[in-house]
């Protein structure tokens, strides 16, 4: 089992930057894969991005690459996503979720195991 909880949300203008945080207590910290999804109001949550356990890899959605980037500690069992230049499209609820690493990268919710509560990300124009 592994307990996730995201902070770091906030309201903030177009253009500017957030940092989110995605604490992680439970079973190895380095053996899991770790994701970032979002979900706005009336879509279906989609994938942000992830990285493999080493950090050796990440992977981003089209929409966000280049802006946003992905990044872990192992020590502090903590994973982060800085985002950059946010547009009010980025507005959303972020979520990271975590699941055993097989060497593959994974895009949907189905295939992830563990889950945090969200936390809001509002984007003003």
């Known amino acids: 089992q592994v307990q996730l909880v995201e902070s770091g949300g906030g309201l903030v203008q177009a253009g500017g930057s957030l940092r989110l945080s995605c604490a992680a207590s439970g079973r190895t910290f380095s053996s899991y894969g770790m994701g970032w999804f979002r979900q706005a109001p009336g879509k279906e949550r989609e994938f942000v991005g992830s990285l493999s356990p080493t950090a050796g890899s990440t992977y981003y959605a089209d929409s966000v690459k280049g802006r946003f980037f992905i990044s872990r500690d192992n020590a502090k069992n903590t994973v982060y996503l800085q985002m950059n230049s946010l547009k009010p499209e980025d507005t959303a609820v972020y979520y990271c979720?975590?699941?055993?690493?097989?060497?593959?990268?994974?895009?949907?919710?189905?295939?992830?195991?563990?889950w945090g509560q969200g936390t809001q990300v509002t984007v003003s124009s």
């Open positions: 979720a975590a699941r055993l690493w097989d060497n593959t990268i994974v895009t949907t919710t189905a295939k992830y195991d563990y």
